[in-house]
């Protein structure tokens, strides 16, 4: 369960806030990956002392139950420590992945759910994965491999030291600030290392990005040759993540020689300490044996701290990214209330609207109405701001000044769930999922009956083809409408907006150039869909604008006032211009 909604924005405290607050998530696999940790750091530590206890009797000549004992001892510590490394190793793998999932979870939320559909398609669908799936796993990773063994070395780490300022107090001291040193440095490092791991994801998820979209043109690439050129790009973004990947891991990777120097010192300084103390009769063969053991112990853990260094950087990177992103209000994200509009077909009335993409105003003034149950088309030449109108129509933009009413209603205050429930859409680039005919129709609604689903094809004479499909209306349909006809796509397309009750309807026909087969089939989903609703239309042929009331003229983002109007009388007055 989740403490908290998967939308909560992210405190400040960047990364180090946001894994405290996963981790709060993933609590109680959590804690039990750390008692796990270290129950098997205080088996490891346990070990060279039952050796020393060994040693020390056997020396003293004591007798062998006492001596069989401490072995016995000894296997049970390094069993407990074998048990704790499995049981830390499941519980570490299990946090991480339910960090790793939620993380995800909460991007595609921010990234996908929240943010503005012109803003998300601004950006290409590889980068914005990477951002959520890339990132994510990274986190997942890190915390299930490094993280925990990382705590469970520093405990051993930190045990070590103890001891040695106890038993060889001067070299323990020296090892202590070696250690403080040795940290510090690896802060420095660490700090460097963390922000080109940033640059390095960024690249990354630039480079996936143009990878998607190289993909999603393969059919426009290849024949025009562009193939070489496609590579070359890979290749040129490739190399210079690597070149940033290489440094980044390189910073991680100079800490291994401070390591391995530590340890050097580390064994010089205990050993030569204990023998000294030994030679002076302070010390017995059994501590001298200890210190050595756990000097040798010292080596693993330090080993690993550097190992395990440019996963916990590259972490340290996706999490302070993240943070970012979460930390981020969506863009445009306005005072919504809980504003209604009445039921039945609202009418739509633009109010001197001026917007623009940028610094780029692209409709200048607009201002006409739709009585409700009336239908208007929106003609105009390509550029002229027909689908922007649509976008404002659709809450997917605000106009810069000016208002859209919908039902009386500014729709800038209404709640997309609001807008939904009223709003209806119809397009010819409709998206199909790859799922089954039903769901495609339904939207995965599964309490919409196959009736009812069926009627509505039978509405659009399109129920005898369902119904002659392999699997009817369960048969499965390819990512985009892959193995459907241009025809079929726009009858489930038709399906979809006449099945929902709604009195808004807005008609996007994407584009006039149809063929005639494909012509008489939207017609007659657009003729089956209108009736009983207010609907605007983005026209692009004759035979679909003789359906409406009004007809609206747009040039350059302005209204055409001289040649808008009643759509009979523009109609023959365009057949008596070409007559
Ligand atoms: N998401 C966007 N970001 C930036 N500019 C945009 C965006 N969408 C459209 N534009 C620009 O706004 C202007 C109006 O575009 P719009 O798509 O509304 O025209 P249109 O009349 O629908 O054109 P078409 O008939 O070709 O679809 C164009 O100059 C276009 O380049």
Same mark, same amino acid.
């Given at each position: 369960?989740?403490?908290?909604?998967?939308?909560?924005?992210?405190?400040?405290?960047?990364?180090?806030?946001?894994?405290?607050?996963?981790?709060?998530?993933?609590?109680?696999?959590?804690?039990?990956?750390?008692?796990?940790?270290?129950?098997?750091?205080?088996?490891?530590?346990?070990?060279?002392?039952?050796?020393?206890?060994?040693?020390? @009797?056997?020396?003293?000549?004591?007798?062998?139950?006492?001596?069989?004992?401490?072995?016995?001892?000894?296997?049970?510590?390094?069993?407990?420590?074998?048990?704790?490394?499995?049981?830390?190793?499941?519980?570490?793998?299990?946090?991480?992945?339910?960090?790793?999932?939620?993380?995800?979870?909460?991007?595609?939320?921010?990234?996908?759910?929240?943010?503005?559909?012109?803003?998300?398609?601004?950006?290409?669908?590889?980068?914005?994965?990477?951002?959520?799936?890339?990132?994510?796993?990274?986190?997942? @990773?890190?915390?299930?491999?490094?993280?925990?063994?990382?705590?469970?070395?520093?405990?051993?780490?930190?045990?070590?030291?103890?001891?040695?300022?106890?038993?060889?107090?001067?070299?323990?001291?020296?090892?202590?600030?070696?250690?403080?040193?040795?940290?510090?440095?690896?802060?420095?490092?660490?700090?460097?290392?963390?922000?080109?791991?940033?640059?390095?994801?960024?690249?990354?998820?630039?480079?996936?990005?143009?990878?998607?979209?190289?993909?999603?043109?393969?059919?426009?690439?290849?024949?025009?040759?562009?193939?070489?050129?496609?590579?070359?790009?890979?290749?040129?973004?490739?190399?210079?993540?690597?070149?940033?990947?290489?440094?980044?891991?390189?910073?991680?990777?100079?800490?291994?020689?401070?390591?391995?120097?530590?340890?050097?010192?580390?064994?010089?300084?205990?050993?030569?300490?204990?023998?000294?103390?030994?030679?002076?009769?302070?010390?017995?063969?059994?501590?001298?044996?200890?210190?050595?053991?756990?000097?040798?112990?010292?080596?693993?853990?330090?080993?690993?701290?550097?190992?395990?260094?440019?996963?916990?950087?590259?972490?340290?990177?996706?999490?302070?990214?993240?943070?970012?992103?979460?930390?981020?209000?969506?863009?445009?994200?306005?005072?919504?209330?809980?504003?209604?509009?009445?039921?039945?077909?609202?009418?739509?009335?633009?109010?001197?609207?001026?917007?623009?993409?940028?610094?780029?105003?692209?409709?200048? +003034?607009?201002?006409?109405?739709?009585?409700?149950?009336?239908?208007?088309?929106?003609?105009?030449?390509?550029?002229?701001?027909?689908?922007?109108?649509?976008?404002?129509?659709?809450?997917?933009?605000?106009?810069?000044?000016?208002?859209?009413?919908?039902?009386?209603?500014?729709?800038?205050?209404?709640?997309?769930?609001?807008?939904?429930?009223?709003?209806?859409?119809?397009?010819?680039?409709?998206?199909?999922?790859?799922?089954?005919?039903?769901?495609?129709?339904?939207?995965?609604?599964?309490?919409?009956?196959?009736?009812?689903?069926?009627?509505?094809?039978?509405?659009?004479?399109?129920?005898?083809?369902?119904?002659?499909?392999?699997?009817?209306? +369960?048969?499965?349909?390819?990512?985009?409408?892959?193995?459907?006809?241009?025809?079929?796509?726009?009858?489930?397309?038709?399906?979809?907006?006449?099945?929902?009750?709604?009195?808004?309807?807005?008609?996007?026909?994407?584009?006039?150039?149809?063929?005639?087969?494909?012509? @008489?089939?939207?017609? @007659?989903?657009?003729?089956?869909?209108?009736?009983?609703?207010?609907?605007?239309?983005?026209?692009?042929?004759?035979?679909?604008?003789?359906?409406?009331?009004?007809?609206?003229?747009?040039?350059?983002?302005?209204?055409?006032?001289?040649?808008?109007?009643?759509?009979?009388?523009?109609?023959?007055?365009?057949?008596?211009?070409?007559?």
């Amino acid at each position: 369960m989740n403490p908290e909604p998967a939308s909560g924005r992210t405190p400040a405290g960047g990364g180090a806030a946001l894994l405290r607050q996963e981790f709060r998530a993933a609590w109680g696999s959590g804690v039990g990956a750390v008692l796990a940790v270290l129950i098997s750091a205080a088996a490891a530590l346990a070990g060279p002392l039952l050796v020393r206890h060994f040693v020390d @009797r056997a020396t003293a000549g004591t007798t062998a139950a006492v001596l069989a004992g401490t072995a016995v001892a000894y296997l049970l510590a390094a069993l407990v420590g074998t048990g704790g490394r499995i049981g830390s190793g499941y519980l570490a793998a299990r946090t991480g992945w339910q960090i790793a999932d939620r993380l995800r979870e909460r991007l595609f939320q921010r990234l996908v759910v929240e943010e503005p559909v012109l803003e998300v398609e601004r950006r290409q669908t590889g980068e914005v994965l990477e951002q959520i799936d890339g990132n994510s796993d990274i986190v997942g @990773r890190a915390v299930s491999e490094s993280v925990f063994p990382m705590i469970g070395n520093l405990v051993v780490a930190a045990g070590i030291l103890v001891v040695m300022l106890v038993t060889v107090p001067a070299a323990g001291l020296g090892l202590a600030v070696l250690a403080v040193g040795l940290f510090a440095g690896f802060s420095r490092i660490s700090r460097w290392a963390v922000s080109r791991w940033e640059t390095a994801r960024l690249q990354q998820a630039r480079l996936f990005g143009f990878l998607g979209d190289a993909l999603a043109a393969r059919s426009d690439v290849q024949p025009l040759n562009g193939t070489a050129w496609v590579v070359q790009q890979a290749d040129h973004r490739l190399n210079a993540l690597f070149a940033v990947e290489r440094r980044a891991y390189l910073a991680g990777r100079t800490f291994w020689p401070a390591t391995q120097l530590f340890f050097a010192i580390s064994f010089a300084l205990v050993l030569g300490a204990g023998l000294n103390r030994m030679g002076s009769g302070g010390l017995t063969i059994g501590t001298l044996a200890m210190l050595y053991l756990y000097v040798d112990l010292l080596q693993e853990p330090l080993e690993q701290v550097s190992s395990q260094a440019d996963e916990l950087q590259q972490m340290a990177a996706v999490l302070g990214l993240s943070a970012r992103t979460l930390a981020e209000s969506p863009m445009g994200a306005g005072a919504r209330t809980s504003a209604r509009f009445p039921e039945g077909s609202p009418g739509i009335a633009f109010e001197h609207v001026t917007f623009g993409y940028g610094d780029e105003t692209v409709l200048h +003034d607009v201002t006409f109405d739709v009585p409700a149950g009336t239908s208007l088309g929106i003609v105009g030449p390509t550029g002229a701001g027909k689908s922007t109108v649509v976008n404002l129509i659709c809450g997917l933009a605000a106009p810069a000044s000016g208002l859209v009413r919908i039902g009386g209603v500014d729709v800038t205050t209404l709640t997309e769930a609001e807008l939904a429930r009223h709003l209806t859409v119809l397009s010819q680039g409709a998206h199909l999922f790859a799922a089954s005919v039903r769901e495609n129709i339904t939207l995965f609604d599964d309490s919409v009956p196959a009736e009812q689903v069926l009627a509505v094809l039978e509405r659009l004479d399109a129920a005898g083809w369902v119904n002659a499909l392999p699997g009817g209306l +369960d048969t499965r349909v390819g990512a985009g409408g892959r193995g459907l006809s241009e025809g079929e796509i726009q009858v489930l397309a038709g399906a979809r907006a006449l099945l929902r009750p709604c009195g808004l309807l807005v008609i996007d026909e994407g584009t006039s150039r149809l063929d005639p087969q494909t012509e @008489r089939v939207w017609s @007659r989903v657009v003729e089956a869909v209108m009736p009983g609703r207010t609907v605007v239309m983005v026209a692009h042929r004759t035979s679909t604008l003789a359906q409406v009331d009004q007809i609206l003229v747009l040039e350059n983002g302005r209204v055409d006032v001289s040649a808008t109007g009643n759509t009979a009388e523009i109609l023959s007055s365009r057949a008596g211009a070409t007559s």
